[in-house]
């Protein structure tokens, strides 16, 4: 099994006062914590869908490998702490501050992961069509 390294995409508000988010421009206030949190089809077979706890093994297993850890500084050191993670991540979605899946093939197998973070919805300038410069 081979589990590959995280990939967080990041919008770049509020650091460029001259981008606008995704989120606030498309997501109303409330639309993510309404529902759950969905499994995503993807190309070549692949299924991202939420965490389990179940995955908690095939998570700790990946940040013992040297090639992931060598790109994150925060590591869980036993399958609790990784339970935690997949609480915390499942509070983001209710929050509305992120979302994290796990990468599958056909749902089965975890393969990787991938993370929305960072939505920061009450730091969000309001949705409008405008002008990026005043």
Known sequence: MTLTSAVVLRRSWPHDPRSRSLDAAVLAAGSLAASPQPVLAAA???LLRPWADGDAPAFLAAYRD???RRWHTRRPSAEAQVLEWFEAYR???QR???AHWAVTR????VLGRIALRGL???RLPPAG???LDP
Do not use: F, N, Q
Not at 106 to 109: A, Y
């Open 120 to 122: 920061a919805r009450d």
């Open 106 to 109: 056909d749902g089965g197998e």
């Open 66 to 68: 040297d090639e992931i």
């Open 91 to 93: 509070s983001d979605w």
């Open 96 to 98: 509305e501050k992120g």
């Open 129 to 131: 069509v405008g002008p």
């Open 44 to 46: 070549g077979g692949l």
